[in-house]
């Protein structure tokens, strides 16, 4: 089956299965603006549970913060967001539709890219295990010309984006005879910059109200809160801060459901540092985080890093981490080495010193800034599309969502084999003992095997089900969702064996 297929189907199981809802939907929905259902709080709240632990707890040197949504408006014209955080847009005249020019011409990008994977995949299938990938692709003419194309254009693309030039991108489009997927027209507007800030009032007084803006980005809350911390907590440098919160981006192109959203959640880390070795610990994070993904066990091959072609105007270096989606690979996360600017921009704008004594160098500074910044609902749709699975079985088939169980929203659910003779009466006996552990869920209607498929569409990892031999023994079946093997075990063995599986430590000792 298709790609774009599989994430359609994806799409309608988190809706049909309490993950996902449009947001308004009753009144036919707000664009790009999504509600999480009763699975989908607790996946999410897990994933979140996963990014503060393994940030706050095992680092003793990195502590958190909850920052206010709102703040001066002053902050963001330091920060260089009312000036500079803008999108390059265009519209297609014939369709009305807008576009963000350099997706446009990334997708062009990708799909050079995909030309030549494809000649490789053809090439690898007709020589089997004799193939030299390399070789291939240092003598191969049509993957040589190919890939001179890819350079040629990513060249061009970088220098147009550096110098902020939107006369050259609105050119590579005309040049690259790239068409509306809509209308299938070239027929575009020039390329305007768009400011992706949300702006609302505060308060009113009779010389009006103040406008302020909804955060674009947690960090800048860090930013502003760097002498609270340092000073209360006697934070010594190096040291981190993270901090989980709402953001919001009047995004022109939202598209591939809550990949691209208006109203979204960040779970940031700002690293703070001493001059000079900021490249280092860039490093380091970037390392760090890898593995923090990779642990989940969706398969290394499915992760990369991609250097940004052009740099925020406050960073030194930055890369992205790419997970390959049903759409391609695309980024979950950024890590960006921010230099100093965010802190000096502060002391400047606000009159105040912003600065560290280190006593081993005997001065003051101002900190440079690592920086980890990873979407709660993109790593959602990553976790979620790569636990999506359609499975065909003996007799039927099965759509099963292999969610890693320590992030599964509900662990186990306890089924009384028959709705009678006790038997609810031991499930609810044997939830009641498991429920100050684990997330457990009662179900009785419906045959055992709907019960079944109905727990592998949510990802519930454990089956317990309560049987006649049960209120003699105390023994019931366990049936784990990935093998659908079940073995016989003691009631009192059962929170033991889940929580071996669901705990976070599992994660952690991979870190
Ligand atoms: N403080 C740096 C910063 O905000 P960013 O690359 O613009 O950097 C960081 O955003 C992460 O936030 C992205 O990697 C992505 O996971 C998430 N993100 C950004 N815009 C988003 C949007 N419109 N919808 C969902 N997630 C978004």
């Known amino acids: 089956m298709a790609q774009e297929d599989i994430f359609k189907k994806l799409v309608a199981h988190c809706k049909e299965y309490g993950y996902v809802f449009q947001s308004s939907e009753v009144y036919d929905g707000l664009s790009a603006v999504y509600d999480y259902g009763q699975y989908g709080v607790e996946l999410k709240n897990n994933i979140k549970k996963y990014w503060w632990d393994s940030m706050v707890l095992l680092h003793e040197n990195v502590v958190g913060l909850d920052s ?24 297609n005249k014939d369709s009305k539709k807008r576009y963000r ?37 240092e003598t191969n003419p049509r993957v040589l010309a190919n890939q001179k194309k890819y350079e040629e254009l990513h060249t061009r693309f970088a220098k147009a984006l550096n110098d902020n ?44 109200a103040m406008k302020v803006f909804l955060r674009p980005e947690t960090a800048q809350g860090i930013f502003v809160n760097y002498l609270n911390v340092q000073k209360s907590g006697r934070m010594k440098i ?10 919001f981006r009047n995004e022109i192109v939202a598209r591939q459901f809550i990949f691209r959203m208006r109203e979204f959640e960040q779970m940031e880390m700002q690293f703070f540092v001493r001059p000079g070795t900021e490249l280092d610990w860039f490093e380091k994070w970037k390392s760090i985080r890898m593995k923090w993904h990779q642990a ?20 030194n270096a930055a890369v992205d981490v790419e997970y390959k989606f049903p759409f391609g690979f ?107 552990d684990f997330n457990c869920q009662y179900d009785e209607k419906d045959s055992i095997g709907k019960r079944y498929r109905r727990q592998d569409a949510i990802g519930t990892p454990f089956c317990v089900t309560v049987d006649h031999q049960t209120t003699q023994d105390n023994t019931v079946t366990i049936r784990y969702r990935d093998s659908m093997e079940q073995e016989r075990v003691a009631i009192t063995e059962l929170g033991k064996i889940i929580g071996g599986k669901v705990s976070m430590r599992n994660l952690f000792e991979k870190l």
């Not at 190096?238 to 953001?247: L, S």
């Open 101 to 137: 020019a350099d997706v446009l011409i990334e997708e062009q990008l990708a799909k050079i890219e995909e030309k030549i994977n494809k000649e490789i995949g053809k090439a690898q299938k007709r020589f089997g295990d004799a193939f030299d990938e390399q070789q291939f692709r």
């Open 238 to 247: 190096p040291f981190g801060i993270a901090q989980i919160g709402k953001a």
């Open 330 to 436: 695309k980024e979950v996360e950024g890590i960006h080495s921010r230099t100093d600017f965010d802190l000096s921009q502060h002391e400047k704008y606000s009159g105040r010193k912003i600065r560290y004594f280190d006593p081993e160098l005997n001065e003051s500074y101002v900190p440079f800034v690592v920086e980890t910044s990873i979407g709660v609902d993109r790593m959602f749709l990553q976790v979620i599309s790569a636990a999506y699975c359609e499975e065909e079985l003996e007799k039927d088939s099965r759509v099963v969502l292999k969610l890693p169980p320590v992030l599964a929203p509900v662990k186990l659910a306890v089924m009384p084999l028959v709705k009678k003779d006790g038997l609810p009466e031991k499930a609810r006996e044997i939830i009641d003992k498991l429920k100050f």
């Open 296 to 315: 989940l066990g969706f398969g290394e091959e499915n992760y990369r890093f991609h250097e940004h072609e052009k740099l925020a105007h406050y960073a």
């Open 68 to 91: 206010a949504i709102f703040m001066h408006p002053t902050i963001w014209k330091a920060s260089g967001h009312v000036d500079a955080f803008n999108d390059p847009l265009i519209d």
């Open 165 to 208: 030039d939107l006369q050259e991108l609105k050119q590579i489009i005309v040049d690259q005879e790239i068409a509306c997927p809509v209308s299938g027209t070239r027929n575009w507007t020039d390329v305007r910059q768009f400011n992706l800030m949300f702006a609302t009032e505060m308060g009113s007084t009779s010389d009006g």
